[in-house]
């Protein structure tokens, strides 16, 4: 597993050196390129990589509910940060040795030239998109299905993509859809993403706590959409938990939980399935994976004087 990372590595270094000693070779004068986004380490018997789908701007004042600018401005204040916000796409691959398991997929080609990284980070880290066994949606929406499809043809080509029921059947439901106008976007893109798969045979809903391999156990938790669902990972006594969507904006949500966003489909539940999932993750200790806390979007949470606290997880790099 870490000998893959170490091949691409050493290619990427390679690479890199070339164009140094052959400045000609590189393509007219450009910003320097962030080197794609992989960090890896183990959990038991897993190997766990966080992957970046790339960061997109996120301006926050016309899109968090139950708050005020004022209050939005305050609370980015206290971490060193002002609207427009940078949030990353986060994606997470789980190597168990026999199965490679992807949970989410990033946006895909729906964020235009935004997004869209976790080909070139898949790379990077020595895996190949036709080598995902699982995918498992967090939820349907289109920084975490978006990826599924490229060209209108799956990404993934030999996986099978699990998701919480709630969600097929709310996004795939034209009469919802008509229902909905404020989401139309969305109802559009699950069907450009989701249904290639459902048509192949290659989509499984899981309706309630399913395990999905020895090992890996989906947990509903709806609000942000009907069929959000987290995975509880657990391996020789350690685990970790991916989150999905229970927040968006850690610098606003953490202190405050109760601060919405016009993306949630029921708001008042998403609400209080992120105060209570706060609440268990700082009792338990567990390490959580979120989906858009600045890369690697590993850590825990701390209780806080005001709400919660972020602890990342610590780095490490050995040789």
Do not use: C
């Not at 289109?142 to 996004?171: E, N």
Request: proline share 7%; glycine share 8%.
């Amino acid at each position: 597993m870490f000998f893959r990372l170490a091949i691409a590595v050493i290619t990427a270094v390679l690479m890199i050196a070339t164009s140094m000693m052959f400045p000609g070779m590189t393509a007219e004068k450009t910003a320097k390129p962030q080197v794609p986004g992989v960090y890896q380490f183990e959990l038991g018997d897993f190997t766990i990589t966080a992957l970046s789908d790339g960061t997109v701007p996120l301006d926050l004042h016309p899109i968090l509910t139950n708050t005020n600018q004022s209050e939005i401005d305050r609370l980015l204040h206290q971490s060193f940060l002002k609207n427009p916000v940078e949030a990353s796409i986060n994606v997470f691959l789980i190597d168990t040795g026999d199965k490679q398991v992807l949970v989410d997929t990033g946006s895909g080609e729906l964020f235009g030239e935004l997004g869209g990284k976790l080909p070139r980070s898949l790379q990077t880290a020595g895996y190949t998109a036709d080598e995902i066994d699982m995918v498992l949606l967090t939820h349907i929406h289109t920084d975490h299905s978006g990826g599924l499809v490229v060209g209108g043809q799956p990404m993934f080509p030999a996986a099978t993509v699990y998701v919480g029921k709630p969600d097929l059947d709310f996004w795939l439901d034209p009469a919802i859809a008509k229902r909905s106008p404020d989401f139309q976007r969305y109802f559009n893109e699950a069907v450009k993403t989701v249904k290639p798969y459902l048509d192949r045979g290659k989509l499984k809903p899981f309706s309630g706590e399913t395990v999905i391999l020895p090992g890996i156990t989906a947990r509903p938790t709806p609000g942000h959409t009907p069929g959000h669902s987290f995975f509880l990972v657990e391996s020789q006594g350690k685990s970790i938990e991916f989150w999905g969507d229970i927040m968006h904006v850690a610098s606003v949500q953490l202190p405050k939980p109760e601060i919405t966003i016009d993306f949630d489909i029921d708001s008042k539940a998403a609400a209080g399935q992120r105060a209570k999932q706060f609440a268990d993750a700082e009792a338990s200790r567990r390490l959580v994976a979120a989906a858009h806390v600045s890369f690697p979007g590993v850590g825990h949470l701390r209780a806080d004087k005001q709400g919660y606290a972020w602890v990342p997880v610590e780095y490490r790099w050995r040789e």
